[in-house]
């Protein structure tokens, strides 16, 4: 069975960094279209960085210029570099495939305070 690990997360204060790992266990990575998520409180979830098998990377506009999503499939992994945060970026963060979906991993919470 697939599962999706994300870990990274954290207090961090304004203009901080973070580097957030989702790890993809039972299956391989490489064919992929991989996706960060996130959800704070009240809201839906919203798309914030996607990045294609072959590399080609897209974000979503709060977040342009600050994150970089990249992968390392013999790791099965996908990471999200977070720059410059600010406490909108304050939500839990999950990571998954363009649906259909697997199951949900349980996200990494980030949050930004002073």
């Known amino acids: 069975q697939v599962q999706l690990v994300e870990s990274g997360g954290g207090l961090v204060q304004p203009g901080g960094s973070l580097r957030l790992s989702c790890v993809v266990s039972?299956?391989?990575?490489?064919?992929?279209?991989m996706n960060w998520y996130r959800q704070a409180p009240g809201k839906q979830r919203e798309l914030v960085a996607t990045i294609t098998s072959g590399g080609t990377t897209n974000y979503g506009d709060p977040v342009k210029g600050r994150f970089t999503i990249s992968r390392d499939n013999a790791k099965n992994t996908v990471y999200l570099q977070m720059n410059s945060l600010n406490p909108e970026d304050t939500a839990v963060y999950y990571c998954?495939?363009?649906?259909?979906?697997?199951?949900w991993g349980q996200g990494t919470q980030v949050t930004v305070s002073s």
């Open positions: 998954n495939k363009n649906f259909p979906w697997y199951s």
């Open positions: 039972g299956r391989i990575l490489s064919v992929y279209t």
